[in-house]
């Protein structure tokens, strides 16, 4: 049986490589912490427009598009820098992301009648 100790000395983030080929190169997708998975959720709560909509898609990728050993590319305060790439890619990162951290569209729709 798993202790406390060594429960949290566990490294459980999962990397998805993703293939780019606008970019002519790869990106990793990792999971999200619980905490930012609750973050997702409840910043989605809150949302009530196609602005709000994009500055969640902005914050979902700086969280999860990492290093293929899962280092982060972007800080939190580097959304203006995810915001000049091209928006097809970045939707379709959002959707491999929203997918490989299993937020799924009934997921969504349970957090926003809350």
Known sequence: MINKEKLISINDSDVKIVDVKEWNDTVGI???SGKEWLEFFTKFQALDGSEDSIAMR???LLKTLCTEDGARIFSDDESDL???KNGKVLTKLF???LEHNII???KIEDATKN
């Open 82 to 84: 995810v915001e000049r």
């Open 104 to 106: 799924t569209d009934q």
């Open 30 to 32: 990792k999971t999200l």
């Open 95 to 97: 959707n491999i992301a």
């Open 58 to 60: 902005n914050w979902l």
